[in-house]
């Protein structure tokens, strides 16, 4: 059974920064894509930065060039460094991540983190 569980949600001021963690546990193989989602109150959850198991990446054009995903495939976690922080940020955050179980036979699965809340305000 794998588990993400997310940390680093907290308060901050607007140009304030923050890390979050979504580490991985259970019986895991290797990440394959990677992702990062947030929901804001009243609104649809939506992407905000991506990253393929070759380490390409993508992110919402709202957080490009403030925000970082990373991952640390020694320690099965995932990382998202959103510097420059705004108000219109504040959202719950979500890991999102394929993960490969076993590869004979072959089998990935897509998991999610708990949530966890940032809040960005003076």
């Known amino acids: 059974q794998v588990q993400l569980v997310e940390s680093g949600g907290g308060s901050v001021q607007p140009g304030g920064s923050l890390r979050l963690s979504c580490a991985a546990s259970?019986?895991?193989?290797?990440?394959?894509?990677i992702a990062w989602y947030r929901q804001a109150p009243g609104q649809e959850r939506e992407l905000v930065a991506h990253s393929t198991s070759g380490g390409s990446t993508n992110y919402a054009d709202s957080v490009k060039g403030r925000f970082t995903i990373s991952r640390d495939n020694a320690k099965n976690t995932v990382y998202l460094q959103m510097n420059s922080l705004k108000p219109e940020d504040t959202a719950v955050y979500y890991c999102?991540?394929?993960?490969?179980?076993?590869?004979?036979?072959?089998?990935?699965?897509?998991?999610w983190g708990q949530g966890t809340q940032v809040t960005v305000s003076s």
């Open positions: 259970g019986s895991i193989f290797r990440f394959n894509a």
């Open positions: 999102n991540a394929d993960i490969v179980t076993r590869i004979v036979p072959y089998n990935a699965a897509a998991y």
